[in-house]
């Protein structure tokens, strides 16, 4: 109450913006912890360096990744390939990396193989057909 701290949508950033520092950081927490609520992955949240002072109020940027980059999706690829069950192909599609096989315990076995893996990006498994 009263701190005049606010969390917005700016674009395609998240502006974080309390009138002190450790307000800022306060609700960069908060937000994390919702995040995480949410089942959403704090690897996927970007935070853009430390709270910058603009006028009175300090503010802090942050994005949410979407998709998978090309690098990182041939990483994914490559332990798939080397380390996953045969006859499992791995195709980059855009942001997504398209994961198809005839069999379903193989696809099971590829994401169990995926989540004991330790990425510095988060993954995220959708459509299991």
């Keep these: ?10 674009g395609e950033k998240i502006l974080m913006q309390a009138s002190g520092e ?3 950081k306060a609700i960069l927490d908060i937000f994390q912890s919702k995040l995480i609520k949410r089942g ?4 996927s949240l970007d935070v ?5 002072l603009s006028g009175k109020e300090y503010k802090l940027f942050a994005s949410i990744q979407e998709g998978i980059s090309q690098e990182n999706a041939k990483k ?3 332990v798939i ?3 996953g069950p045969k006859g499992v192909k791995a195709q980059v599609q855009g942001d997504e990396l398209r994961v198809s096989s005839k069999s379903r315990d193989d696809l099971q076995a590829v994401i169990a193989l995926l989540k004991n893996q330790d990425f ?4 995220q498994f959708v459509n299991y057909r």
């Design 1 to 10: 109450k009263g701190t005049n701290a606010k969390i917005e949508w700016s």
């Design 22 to 24: 450790e307000r800022v």
């Design 40 to 43: 959403i992955s704090l690897k």
């Design 48 to 52: 853009e360096g430390e709270p910058q």
């Design 76 to 78: 994914v690829s490559k």
């Design 81 to 83: 390939r080397d380390e």
């Design 120 to 123: 510095d990006f988060a993954l």
